[in-house]
């Protein structure tokens, strides 16, 4: 997801869902059944294909190359397919305003302009206040932790670990409108305003501070480590955390219908397998990006 959609507060509570439960009690118990039934895991088989939605513009998690979907949400898309023993249907889209929308247009409604809704959708933050706000569906399976970081170029006299306010007068790259963009424009005073870059997302930031066209970047440590996979010097990353940055990282999951329970639940397992047994990591070494295991993980 990018990071304009994150939900990156770490904010915890009871979700709808759970309070719903415990209100209905037994007569919700006696529906369960006919409910689990009724929801599409028995679909997607039959049918022989999962259709899963990543994002646009999303490296390394998903981007479109030539026509070839590549990155580590590509990848896991086509994993959860073969795990389930159908073909997988990759459907990338565009992010829209808010996650809520994405959820609507590539999920639980479909598109306006005719994107058909997908049985999953990857990329969605991993909340509990955020998933009891959207009762069209299920968010499940945590399978990778997020959060931010910063790199500097070496050689141009800016030291890394050195309070961001020491960054004046060096071209800083951020995503636009994201909480890079916002740390670096509104924390210090404004005093790095500015002095601030800003690009469609954060790889293309990671990526002109590696041609030269900005002294430092800010985006997700996947972003950094995609993007400086290949320089062997030349570049720092920042050790230290960010003062006064309030985001400590967020869990990534997947979203299905509400009433596709019983395909989240397959997801589910197959993801927790794949991380005990390395098979997420391996997905992440692929585009040089260290797993980092989520939270809520079982």
């Known amino acids: 997801m990018p990071q304009g959609r994150q939900i990156p507060g770490g904010r915890q509570g009871l979700s709808r869902r759970a309070l719903l439960g415990g209100a209905v009690g037994a007569a919700a118990a006696t529906l369960m059944p006919r409910l689990a039934d009724a929801a599409p895991l028995a679909k997607v088989k039959a049918n022989g294909v999962l259709r899963v939605a990543i994002y646009q513009d999303n490296a390394p998690w998903s981007w479109d190359e030539g026509g070839q979907i590549r990155g580590i949400d590509a990848d896991l898309g086509r994993a959860l397919a073969e795990a389930l023993g159908v073909k997988a249907d990759l459907a990338i889209f565009s992010a829209d305003e808010s996650v809520e929308d994405d959820l609507r247009n590539a999920v639980w409604r479909g598109g306006l302009l005719g994107f058909q809704a997908a049985d999953v959708m990857l990329h969605v933050p991993f909340d509990p206040a955020f998933a009891a706000q ?135 397992t197959i993801v927790t397998a794949m991380q005990k047994d390395g098979r997420m990591a391996a997905l992440c070494t692929r585009y040089g990006v260290t797993w980092q295991a989520p939270l809520a993980a079982g």
């Not at 305003?193 to 030269?212: R, T």
């Not at 990282?249 to 979203?255: F, L, Q, R, S, T």
């Open 134 to 268: 959207v009762d069209q569906v299920a968010i499940v399976a945590p399978y990778a932790r997020e959060k931010f970081g910063l790199a500097c170029a070496t050689g141009k006299g800016l030291e890394c670990e050195a309070a961001p306010v020491a960054f004046k007068g060096h071209k800083l790259a951020v995503e636009l409108a994201t909480i890079p963009d916002y740390y670096l424009m509104g924390q210090f005073g404004g005093a790095l305003a500015k002095d601030v870059v800003h690009f469609p997302n954060g790889a293309a930031a990671v990526s002109a501070m590696v041609k030269g066209d900005a002294d430092a970047a800010m985006a997700t440590a996947a972003q950094l480590e995609y993007g400086l996979k290949d320089q062997t010097s030349g570049f720092a990353r920042r050790k230290g955390p960010l003062p006064m940055m309030t985001s400590p990282g967020w869990d990534v999951g997947m979203a299905v219908k509400e009433a596709s329970r019983t395909l989240g639940d397959a997801l589910d």
